[in-house]
């Protein structure tokens, strides 16, 4: 998490693609976990939004976790 500070795209990491909600939606994938983190290049910040383990988690509260950091 402390490495998105410096580099926000990761190789690992995959954007996804929603781009209705608002910020640059991106995860990491982490043996069974993922973490979503939105990436505002204009401000230089990164918000990690969620840390969620995988299955069965399907990105379901995406609007819900956005919308709580707004």
Known sequence: MDALASNPHPPKSRKLDVPE???????????????????????????????RRRPPYDYGDLEALITATM
């Open 21 to 51: 909600l608002g910020p640059e939606l991106c995860r990491v994938r982490l043996d069974r976990w993922r973490t979503l983190h939105a990436v505002a290049e204009e401000d230089r910040t990164v918000d990690v939004l969620a840390v």
